[in-house]
């Protein structure tokens, strides 16, 4: 069975950092652009990171850009995303997606990813 599993949420406090990783099942995650998105309770789904097939092409959202990063090992078949400094604002389940292959551009736009985890939660206490 071919899935994404997210890991590595929890809870920190502020100013505290976490690395959320995105394993794929069944599936070889080189073969795809991978996004991290994050949704809040009673918001919409927000792209955050994305990062091309070998890593060099990387965008961030405006709120995650000089604090997150996001970085993918194609040998262990996995992507990451290093939250720093995190804030109150950052508290969402964080997903990872794929794009289907043969497209090796980022995206922010959800629609454009057609595999996705089922998420991880990341809360930030003040």
């Keep these: ?55 060099v092409g990387v965008e961030y959202a405006d709120s995650a850009e000089g604090r997150f990063t996001i970085s993918r090992d194609n040998e262990k078949n996995m992507v990451y995303l290093q939250l720093n400094s995190l804030q109150p604002g950052d508290t969402a389940v964080y997903y990872c997606a794929a794009r289907s292959p043969p497209y090796d551009f980022t995206s922010d736009y959800g629609a454009d990813y057609a595999y996705w985890g089922q998420g991880t939660q990341v809360t930030v206490s003040s």
């Design 1 to 55: 069975q071919e899935q994404l599993v997210e890991s590595g949420g929890g809870l920190v406090q502020v100013g505290g950092s976490l690395t959320l990783s995105c394993a794929a099942i069944g599936r070889t995650l080189r073969s795809h652009v991978v996004g991290w998105f994050r949704q809040a309770p009673g918001k919409e789904r927000q792209w955050v990171a994305a990062i091309n097939k070998n890593g």
